[in-house]
């Protein structure tokens, strides 16, 4: 399994970020596939995690009401819109991937599958 991430940048407190992940190896149709990110001196967290097959999303509670997670409905691509990012929102931010059912599971556990050695850096600073 691969998982590609990609879409970071710098952005101002306010300001809005799309990070995408393509999976090759994994399949939506079997499995969930979410964001986790880790700040400077942070644990690493779930963000946000989708089934595409059960049309279920999970969201920390830090990010509820401002990201928005999204699955292609043909190809193995997540997306993450990031609105009104806040500081806070620092962090590299890796792509994961779990042959499970719901996304809570993938998001509040260890995945299996993850671009822990390529995230994507979004930095929100004025």
């Known amino acids: 399994v691969q998982l590609q991430a990609s879409g970071g940048g710098l952005v101002q407190p306010g300001g809005s970020l799309r990070l995408a992940c393509t999976a090759s190896?994994?399949?939506?149709?079997?499995?969930?596939m979410g964001w986790f990110r880790q700040g400077p001196g942070k644990a690493r967290e779930g963000v946000s995690c989708?089934?595409?097959?059960?049309?279920?999303?999970y969201y920390a509670d830090s990010v509820k009401g401002r990201f928005t997670i999204s699955a292609n409905n043909t190809e193995n691509v997540v997306y993450l819109q990031m609105n009104n990012l806040k500081p806070e929102d620092t962090a590299i931010y890796y792509c994961?991937?779990?042959?499970?059912?719901?996304?809570?599971?993938?998001?509040?556990?260890?995945?299996?599958?993850?671009?822990w050695g390529q995230g994507t850096q979004v930095t929100v600073s004025s």
């Open positions: 994961a991937a779990e042959p499970t059912v719901e996304p809570q599971t993938l998001c509040l556990g260890a995945p299996r599958f993850g671009s």
């Open positions: 190896g994994f399949s939506l149709d079997y499995g969930v």
């Open positions: 989708i089934s595409r097959r059960l049309g279920s999303t």
